[in-house]
């Protein structure tokens, strides 16, 4: 990729002082930022995609861009039952569907594992047709990239490490837990499911480099033999 951003910014946005200001209602902790970097646009110039991302202009090849978006409209959308979204978090939404029955919920129960005091989120929902669903309301590149991301490290570890699959059996229902721990799964018996909260009524669109992402993480997991589908959740009714 190359960065074009003198040719198409004549006028820099981040001259001009613009800041986006937040404050958590949680937590009351404020953050900013150049508003510049708020923006986010995919345009085609002269036949080749430029997107411009967290402030910067990037030239994508050709070919690349092809091979990307050929990829992604190859994923399969997955048959699991996700209901439509009316929860305000994420969490919510989550127990909700597990309390509905099928599903265990393993959001915000993360996995001590790897030394220190490092933490793995096996998945959010893990439904007794072994579908591991990983769920998220539709964001940015970095929101989507980290949600591909925890498939794959929680994919590879349950695959690769016994330890892992230990103490993951120790979260578990007795009807999800596995037989024997130590004995290495059969990836191709397991899906992994991408849910992605959306208010859009068309097929989900992912910003480009999410698609990259995506594309990388799907082919991480196929490598070990999982499934990979995505599902989009209608939030509040929406179609």
């Known amino acids: 990729m190359t960065d074009p951003e003198s040719q198409l910014t004549p006028a820099d946005p981040r001259d001009q002082g613009a800041y986006v200001h937040m404050i958590s209602a949680s937590t009351d902790e404020a953050h900013s930022w150049p508003a510049f970097k708020c923006l986010y646009a995919e345009v085609d110039v002269g036949g080749k995609l430029h997107v411009l991302n967290n402030g910067k202009w990037y030239e994508v090849a050709s070919d690349f861009t092809s091979q990307v978006i050929r990829d992604f409209e190859g994923i399969s959308e997955s048959t699991v039952h996700l209901p439509h979204c009316a929860a305000r978090t994420e969490g919510d939404y989550n127990r909700a569907v597990a309390a509905a029955g099928g599903m265990c919920c393993l959001d915000n129960n993360p996995i001590v594992h790897g030394g220190g005091h490092s933490k793995i989120e096996f998945c959010d929902l893990l439904s007794i047709d072994k579908k591991i669903i990983h769920v998220k309301r539709y964001g940015n590149s970095s ?89 989009k959740i209608t939030m509040n009714g929406h179609p």
Do not use: C, W
């Not at 794959?152 to 578990?172: H, M, Q, Y």
């Open 143 to 231: 929101v989507l990239s980290h949600l591909f991301a925890q498939g794959v490290v929680s994919g590879e570890l349950f695959i690769t490490d016994p330890e892992f699959r230990t103490k993951l059996n120790a979260k578990l229902p007795l009807d999800l837990r596995l037989p024997d721990p130590q004995s290495r799964p059969t990836a191709d018996q397991y899906e992994v499911v991408y849910g992605i909260i959306s208010k859009s009524q068309r097929r989900i669109e992912l910003p480009f480099f999410s698609k990259v992402s995506l594309r990388n993480a799907r082919r991480r997991l196929m490598g070990y033999g999982y499934k990979v589908t995505m599902k």
